[in-house]
C-alpha cells in the first residue's frame, strides 16, 4: 500500500481551493449587494461548488463504513460500485468547470469588477487567479479531484485484494486510511456551509 497520502494531498488541495473561494466570495459579497451582480457570483459559485459536492458525496459511503462489521458487510458492494461507476464520476468536476466559466464570464461583464476599491480590487484579482489556474487554464480542481479518486480506486483494489486474506488487517489498513481522511473532509464540509451561508 502506500498511495494513502496521495489521496490526503489531492484532498487537502480541494480543501484549500474550496476555503480560497470562500474567501473570496465572503469578502466579494460582503461590499457588492447589488442584487443582479450576486445572482451571478451565485450562479458561478455554484457551479464551482458542484465540485467539493462531488467531491464530498463520493467519499462520505466510505468514511460511513467505521466499523469492522460494517466493513465485511458493506465494503464488497460499496467496492464494486464504485468500481463501475468512478471513471464517470471523474468527468463531472470538468463540466461543472466548464459551466463555472460560463459564468464567470457573465460576471466579468458587470462594472463593479473593474472597481478601484483596495478591497475588492484585489478580492477580483484573487478570483481572477482563482478561475484561471483551478478552473479554466490549468483545470487543476478537476485533475485533483480525478486524481483523488483514481488513488482512492487504487487504495479500494489494494484493501478489497487484502480482504480476501484477511478482514480484519484489511479493516485495520482502511479504517487508518479514513480517519486520515476525516478532518480534510471536515473541512470541506464546512466550506461548503460557509459559502451556502454566504449566498
Avoid at 478591497?119 to 483551478?134: A, C, G, P, Q, T
Avoid at 483514481?150 to 489494494?158: G, Q, Y
Wanted: include cysteine.
Amino acid at each position: 500500500m502506500g498511495v494513502e497520502l496521495n489521496i490526503v494531498r489531492e484532498l487537502v488541495t480541494v480543501c484549500v481551493t474550496a476555503s480560497e473561494l470562500t474567501a473570496i466570495e465572503n469578502l466579494i459579497k460582503g461590499e457588492l449587494a447589488m442584487p443582479a451582480f450576486v445572482e451571478q457570483f451565485d450562479k458561478m459559485a455554484d457551479a464551482i461548488s458542484e465540485c467539493y459536492a462531488i467531491t464530498a458525496a463520493n467519499l462520505q459511503p466510505w468514511l460511513d463504513i467505521n466499523t469492522e462489521s460494517k466493513f465485511c458487510e458493506k465494503f464488497d458492494a460499496a467496492h464494486a460500485d464504485y468500481k463501475a461507476t468512478y471513471l464517470g464520476i471523474t468527468n463531472r468536476p470538468r463540466v461543472a468547470c466548464d459551466q463555472a466559466y460560463k459564468e464567470y464570464m457573465l460576471l466579468k461583464e458587470f462594472k463593479e469588477t473593474q472597481t478601484a476599491y483596495p478591497l475588492l480590487k484585489r478580492s477580483f484579482v484573487r478570483l481572477d487567479e482563482f478561475i484561471d489556474k483551478w478552473i479554466t487554464n490549468d483545470a487543476w480542481l478537476a485533475m485533483t479531484i480525478e486524481n483523488l479518486f483514481k488513488m482512492l480506486n487504487r487504495f479500494l483494489n489494494e484493501v478489497a485484494e487484502l480482504k480476501q486474506k484477511d478482514p480484519t488487517d484489511a479493516f485495520t489498513i482502511y479504517q487508518a486510511a479514513m480517519v486520515a481522511l476525516q478532518p480534510y473532509y471536515a473541512v470541506l464540509e464546512n466550506a461548503r456551509k460557509l459559502t451556502g451561508e454566504a449566498a
